[in-house]
């Protein structure tokens, strides 16, 4: 079993950055890729972001060029660091790992 806390999450204006936070315990020895999936109020949860043990990245077309998912594998954390929001990036956002094991959301709200 692995467990994931997320921290990071918060109200931020049009244009603003906030940075997510994934901490991965349990049994951390089977963690390939971890990334970063949002669900938005009446709609489906989507991906955002994933990366491989070996830092390959995938990022959905909405957030190209504004985020950015890293991990640091010593400490099975994986981030997203995500710029130039929008009102429609506004989403509760999930770390995942596959099994899938998921973190217990953390809310993003971007509104001025």
């Known amino acids: 079993q692995v467990q994931l806390v997320e921290s990071g999450g918060g109200l931020v204006q049009p244009g603003g950055s906030l940075t997510l936070s994934c901490a991965a315990s349990g049994s951390t020895f089977s963690i390939n890729s971890m990334g970063w999936y949002r669900q938005a109020l009446g709609k489906q949860r989507d991906l955002v972001a994933s990366?491989?043990?070996?830092?390959?990245?995938n990022y959905a077309g909405s957030v190209k060029g504004r985020f950015t998912i890293s991990r640091d594998n010593a400490k099975n954390t994986v981030y997203l660091q995500m710029n130039s929001l929008k009102p429609e990036d506004t989403a509760v956002y999930y770390c995942?790992?596959?099994?899938?094991?998921w973190g217990q959301g953390t809310q993003v709200t971007v509104s001025s």
């Open positions: 995942w790992i596959p099994g899938p094991y």
């Open positions: 990366i491989s043990t070996g830092g390959g990245r």
